[in-house]
């Protein structure tokens, strides 16, 4: 069962030649006024899907099978105990617990890499191993901290994490809040000399990270750019963006979208 | 000063009139968030009681976000209208509640007294009225605006179609934008979020929904919702503005946080209205808004998610907009929780927004982390159709693939209007009629594919 697409009409309807230009469910047709059984049970098939990304765990121990044998990772968890707590207060979300900032080892880094379960731990679950370890390949010379992997996790929680680490930049690979077409979908947020507070207009954003949409690759290439970039500037956020090349495969940098306003 | 309440025997204090607001306010998780609201159920009706006994003309003396600081303060004092607020000048908020209740508060002495009430006194009176009462005197309301047709009319409810892509893409958008024209939708406006805050892109889409609309003339007007300093860049390119969009909240430092003040408003309303495009009337302005933007912009002064909201339509009504609408569940969970939150807010904001004259909308929509799902919505759309919603937004099958959140369906607004024997705007109405799209026989729209009617050449 395809949950994602709304069902096409039967052959020879004229929405056929069209639906390939729009994911949006458009000429699905109609019962009277209302959508047909089949589009409104796709539609909560797919919104069961999203609600699912949100409330799934992050499987710790899956995330660690990823790493190389003897590859270090340690895990810390926000101020907030639960997911709906998570839901109902950010700001917990953005504050390591007490345990988890003294277990973190300080030391001189250039960058460390936190993997986030954010809205969506399908997300990180299947991308964020793979991004840091093409990132590790593409930042030689880089002192780079081992990986953090983090439980109810806000893109801010990367600011206390390096500061508790003593990083001078953080790489937070997060979940997305999931839609209806794309529940699996990662977005990473750099910040440039992080600090506790530290506003979104000092990060740069990719998202859309998934099957459908930005590759590994093609992420860890600009991520790599924008670091680099980063540490020549000295600074993150609006300055770096303006000075980026214009990428035509990366269309929705910019906008983070755990924090958007209410204003679309 | 403060304010005090006995209940039960017990006696309740509040130490400002802030305070007392957000206490009194019904329960959301935006207020718990900011550490505001009631601690208990019994401690938020002691409040409804004091806050009944509150006179109104004390909203007058008593500014809640200091008047030197902030510039929509001023506004909202400096423009107050002491002769229109004379007849309500003795009451308090519970004698307003009841006043505006009763048989003698009919739709034009609503519209006369409305320029004599400010934000934070619409705001009180709505935390002592039930979801009812906000239905019953929002329906009594009529604020008609025009632009190349009539919103806001009784018996009418309009859209506004929301043909959005992720990738901005022309066809597709065409292809969505045809798809909601079948269904009747669009009379509102035919408004686009741009994937990019790109101006090339934004001077694309208006181009493309231009022509569109001037090859099948159709009565309706077309926004690409961009910042104003974008659209003021584009009406400075000779692009083709209807209307000009922005995003705003109720204070000056939220103004801030969205890039925009007052003069800026002030300077796209002037250039838009200087191009005369409306063919029956220059309201140039649409404005989105939403309880819970303050707070997150870290500027609300204290003040609950609500009260502070209803102070963003003072800003809206200062520039007499075409369109407004609360983007109400599209915040989070965070701010509204759930489907009963998210309903009481958008009844709060179409009231409160009705009660100052602002011609208001809503984009009943949700998140897929909020604790809602499309019953809600349905729920949510015939308790505003019921209250007389000046439009509704509609995206196809309810699923928006570039913001990733759910509104309604076109099915869901032509299912609303048949319920309640509503009709889009008259003279877009006229135009279906005229296209064939409109059956006015049966009193339905008929179902047509692209290959049965002319409009299927959008998408050529």
Not at chain 2, 84 to 95: L, R
Request: hydrophobic fraction near 45%; aromatic fraction near 6%; glycine fraction near 10%.
């Amino acid at each position: 069962m395809d949950t994602k697409k709304p069902t096409p009409l039967p052959p020879g309807d004229a929405w056929d030649g069209l639906r390939h230009l729009t994911r949006a469910r458009i000429g699905i047709g109609r019962s009277g006024n209302a959508q047909r059984t089949r589009d409104v049970l796709a539609f909560q098939g797919a919104h069961a899907l999203a609600r699912d990304a949100v409330h799934t765990a992050l499987d710790v121990a899956a995330l660690r099978a990823q790493l190389a044998p003897g590859e270090e990772a340690q895990l810390v968890t926000s101020s907030a105990p639960d997911r709906p707590t998570y839901l109902r207060r950010p700001d917990l979300g953005r504050r390591l617990d007490d345990a988890s900032r003294a277990h973190l080892h300080a030391g001189a880094w250039d960058v460390v890499f936190v993997a986030g379960d954010g809205l969506s731990a399908v997300a990180v679950q299947n991308g964020a191993v793979p991004l840091y370890h093409a990132m590790r390949g593409l930042l030689a010379g880089w002192s780079v901290a081992p990986l953090v992997i983090a439980t109810q996790a806000r893109v801010a929680l990367g600011d206390d994490i390096a500061v508790a680490m003593g990083a001078r930049m953080v790489v937070m690979m997060i979940g997305e809040r999931p839609g209806l077409s794309v529940a699996d979908s990662m977005g990473v947020y750099l910040t440039y000399a992080p600090y506790v507070g530290c506003p979104d207009s000092a990060r740069n954003c990719l998202s859309n990270i998934h099957p459908h949409g930005l590759s590994i690759p093609q992420a860890a290439d600009r991520l790599a750019w924008l670091m680099r970039e980063a540490r020549r500037l000295s600074l993150t956020g609006v300055g770096l963006k303006d000075a980026a090349p214009q990428h035509g495969h990366i269309r929705h940098e910019g906008v983070p979208p755990l924090e958007k306003d209410h204003g679309k | 000063m403060g304010f005090h309440a006995s209940f039960c025997g017990e006696t309740y204090s509040f130490p400002d009139l802030a305070t007392l607001l957000a206490v009194a306010s019904p329960a959301r998780s935006g207020d718990v968030l900011a550490g505001l609201g009631a601690t208990s159920d019994v401690q938020r009706i002691a409040a409804r009681h004091a806050l009944a006994d509150v006179p109104l003309a004390t909203f007058l003396n008593t500014a809640l976000v200091p008047y030197e600081e902030d510039e929509v303060t001023r506004l909202i004092i400096d423009s107050h209208d002491r002769a229109a607020f004379a007849p309500v000048s003795h009451m308090t908020v519970g004698d307003f509640r009841d006043w505006l209740l009763s048989h003698a508060a009919d739709g034009p002495t609503l519209a006369a007294v409305a320029p004599g009430i400010t934000p934070e006194m619409a705001a009180a009176v709505s935390k002592i009225m039930r979801n009812q009462d906000l239905m019953a005197v929002a329906a009594r309301i009529r604020v008609i605006t025009r632009f190349r047709n009539t919103i806001g009319l009784s018996g009418c409810l309009a859209s506004r179609l929301q043909p959005n892509h992720p990738t901005d893409d022309l066809k597709g958008i065409a292809a969505s934008t045809l798809d909601g024209l079948l269904y009747g939708m669009g009379d509102a406006v035919i408004g686009i979020n741009p994937a990019t805050d790109n101006v090339e892109t934004g001077m694309a889409l208006l181009d493309m929904l231009d022509h569109a609309r001037r090859r099948f003339d159709i009565p309706t007007q077309t926004c690409v919702l961009t910042h104003v300093t974008n659209t003021i860049e584009m009406m400075n390119r000779g692009g083709a503005v209807d209307l000009v969009f922005q995003s705003i909240a109720g204070t000056q430092k939220a103004n801030e946080g969205f890039g925009i003040n007052l003069s800026i408003l002030k300077e796209a309303h002037d250039a838009a209205r200087g191009l005369h495009r409306g063919t029956i009337g220059n309201n140039v302005m649409y404005f989105e808004t939403g309880q819970g933007a303050a707070l997150s912009a870290g500027a609300h002064h204290g003040l609950d998610q609500q009260t502070v909201e209803t102070r963003a339509y003072a800003v809206a009504r200062a520039f007499d907009p075409l369109l407004v609408n609360t983007v109400v569940g599209f915040i989070g969970p965070e701010y509204l929780y759930d489907g009963k939150q998210i309903t009481r807010a958008a009844l709060e904001d179409h009231f409160c927004a009705k009660l100052l004259g602002v011609p208001m909308g809503c984009d009943a929509c949700y998140t897929n982390h909020a604790e809602a799902d499309q019953d809600d919505m349905d729920n949510l759309m015939v308790l505003l159709g019921v209250a007389g919603i000046s439009f509704l937004i509609g995206v196809p099958g309810a699923d928006d693939i570039m913001l990733n959140y759910q509104s309604l369906s076109f099915h869901d607004i032509m299912t609303l209007r048949h319920m309640l024997r509503l009709d889009p705007a008259p003279e877009f109405a006229a135009w279906l009629e005229r296209m064939g799209l409109y059956d006015a026989k049966t009193g339905r729209m008929r179902e047509l594919s692209p290959g049965q009617t002319r409009l299927g050449q959008l998408i050529a």
